[in-house]
């Protein structure tokens, strides 16, 4: 089954803004979704995004994250803003019928 690949992670101050990507071809014909999983804690599901770009949120996300998609590239977005300590994490995507998960890429904001 083809693996999701999640990029964009990195290092960033409380109060800023990250994009991360997903890119896997079978995307398109497939509701998307963006988990993380916290140091410590198990992995949790923040955003879904259809494939007609209905958007749904994790109440924690919903007023700072933003999910788009670009099906022609294969890609969803994750759009983060107002970024916490807490958001630090591990975020993954993929559709919830595939098996196969990505690798992740890190989030961390810290001052």
């Known amino acids: 089954q083809v693996q999701p690949v999640e990029s964009g992670g990195g290092l960033v101050q409380p109060g800023g803004a990250l994009r991360l990507s997903c890119a896997a071809s079978g995307f398109p014909t497939n509701d998307v979704t963006w988990f993380r999983q916290a140091p410590g804690k198990q992995r949790e599901v923040i955003a879904t995004?259809?494939?007609?770009?209905?958007?749904d949120y994790i109440d924690d996300v919903k007023d700072r994250f933003t999910v788009s998609r670009d099906n022609a590239k294969n890609t969803v977005y994750l759009h983060m803003y107002n970024l916490k300590p807490e958001d630090t994490a591990v975020y993954y995507c993929?559709?919830?019928?595939?098996?196969?998960w990505g690798r992740g890429t890190q989030v961390t904001v810290s001052s």
């Open positions: 995004i259809t494939k007609r770009h209905v958007t």
């Open positions: 993929k559709p919830l019928t595939w098996a196969t």
